[in-house]
Nanobody
């Protein structure tokens, strides 16, 4: 059964750190572009960070550049998001997703093209 399961959401003070994990079951993580997304109440879902199949290409939303780091361990079928210098604006539900590369891009261009999604993990940052 194909499944993505996120771990690590928690409540922290502003300026703190969290590391989210996403474990892939039933498919080979190393064959997919992987991404972290977040849903903040009242806002559209935001693509936070993505990492290509090779791991050599990463990109971040401007709002998290310099604070968040995406990485993966193919051997453990696990995707990570290290979040430092957290701000209250980072509060929300974080999802991981897996998508196949296209002819034009190493990662899907739109969220709807991601094949698998996790159930989400809640991050709350208090000031």
């Amino acid at each position: 059964q194909v499944q993505l399961v996120e771990y690590g959401g928690d409540s922290v003070q502003a300026g703190g750190s969290l590391r989210l994990s996403c474990v892939a079951y039933g498919f080979t993580l190393s064959s997919y572009c992987m991404g972290w997304f977040r849903q903040i109440p009242g806002k559209e879902r935001e693509r936070v960070a993505v990492i290509t199949i090779s791991g050599g290409g990463v990109s971040y939303a401007d709002s998290v550049k310099g604070r968040f780091t995406i990485s993966k361990d193919n051997g453990k079928s696990t995707l990570y998001l290290q979040m430092n210098s957290l701000e209250p604006e980072d509060s929300g539900t974080y999802y991981c997703a897996a998508g196949r590369p296209t002819l034009w891009s190493p990662c899907p261009a739109s969220d709807s093209e991601y094949n698998y999604w996790g159930q989400g993990t809640q991050v709350t940052v208090s000031s």
